[in-house]
């Protein structure tokens, strides 16, 4: 099976997902009541100091790989296996979460399966560039593939059941390139696993996920599905009197002259489609749309022309130019105003911060908040008090955590709307 890459590449679009609860990549093994705690990490040796008597780890999975410092000494085993380049699998103990002393060192561990690698976003281009055949699969839910993926990927979810995910129309001795939703999501691997179990060989994980892809500016489309009933802000950028002969039903006109002039009138946190006649009068939209800070704006694939030849259903008569867009309540969603007074210690919650290493050192950290990344929280969860109120922010990542904690037991909500940094300190965007 073979699935056409051309036009899709000159889109611009950023958006982020939700799904299955992450795998740790790391084994916890609770210690005895002193505290110690036996930890296995899996990755790449980077660096090796026999002065300091420490070993660098690249372990997989985020953006860049994140690299953990473990100690040694005469006691530990396995050293002759610590050779700079090569995998390897390090059980430590620790008792602080600050320092881990390796116990034992084992060659040849890895978290993929047979026949996996890893591909960047860059060399996932030039892949498509060189028109190269391989099959694009989107591991998330059905739901955020619908709102937003890469052009031409498949839905396969990680949730889904082995082998009856895959089509069978699609060939064995295909390419196929997995990808998640943000750095350090473990879906694509778990799908990964299912692929090689049935046959495949030549399996890629796109290393930083959607995410990654995004940051890069490359393209993301809706799915004609979302655009016929999601709750979104679908808006025709051609001229008015074309919008009244012929129009994608729920659609607000909204030429694109006009848009950079209304654009205070789109609720920010609606998820936001844009279509027109011509592929520059959407580019411009959603480069003006990006700029204001619109993370969902997408384009319908095609713009007017694809939705038609899709044979999709249109409307005419009078223009709507009101833009009405409500967004509802979700299960377990804290507002933003009482996370701002959790956050000042007005009332009385934890703030959780379940982003990665790497966005609080360069978006900055929110005020008076504990920080577990999403990847580690199955694991760290016991260093959360079940008599608190947590709250978790922000964005998709932080309702999976909420989902998460709630099924250990914790009470748990989540902040939806995504934070606004200045490099140095996060704050909550203004919201329900």
Known sequence: MKLPYTYYFFFLFLCFPVGCAPQAKVKNDQGPSSGIRSITYIGTVVHKSNRKQTITLKIPGNNP??????????????????????????????????????????????????????????????????????????????AEYSRCHLPSALSIEACGDDDKSFPQTIDRDEALILYCGWPGCHRSMTVSKKAAQIGFSDI???????????????????????????????????????DKVRRIEGSISLPLEQLADRIGDIPNEAPVVVYGNHLGDSLLALKILRSAGFSRAAMVEGNFRGWIQRENRVVSGPVQ????????RLQGEVSASRFVAAEHNKIRAVILDVR?????????????????????????????????????????????????????????????????????????????
């Open 321 to 328: 130019t009101a833009i009405t867009w409500v967004r509802p």
């Open 204 to 242: 890629y994980i796109l290393q930083g996920g959607l995410q990654a892809w995004v940051d890069k500016k490359y393209p993301t489309i809706a799915s004609d599905d979302f655009i016929r009933n999601g709750n979104l802000v679908l808006l025709d950028l051609r001229p008015a009197n074309k």
């Open 65 to 142: 790989d994140k690299e953990k410092i473990l100690e040694f000494d005469y006691r530990t085993r396995g050293m002759e296996y610590s050779v700079k380049g090569k995998q390897v699998k390090i059980t430590c103990k620790s008792g602080d979460n600050k320092t881990c002393k390796a116990v034992t060192i084992e060659p040849g561990g890895t978290i993929y399966a047979s026949g996996v690698t890893l591909v960047t976003v860059h060399q996932l281009k030039k892949k498509i560039d060189a028109h190269r055949d391989f099959i694009l699969i989107d591991t998330r839910s059905a």
């Open 356 to 432: 990665t290493d790497k966005e609080l050192s360069t978006l900055g950290r929110l005020t008076n908040s504990v920080h577990i990344p999403l990847s580690s929280l199955s694991r760290r969860m016991d260093e959360l008090d079940k008599k608190r109120i947590i709250y978790c922010a922000a964005g998709p990542r932080a309702e999976l955590a909420g989902r998460v904690l709630r099924k250990k037991g914790y009470n748990a909500f989540f902040l939806a709307t995504e934070l606004q940094c200045d490099g140095k300190k996060c704050w909550a965007k203004k919201g329900l």
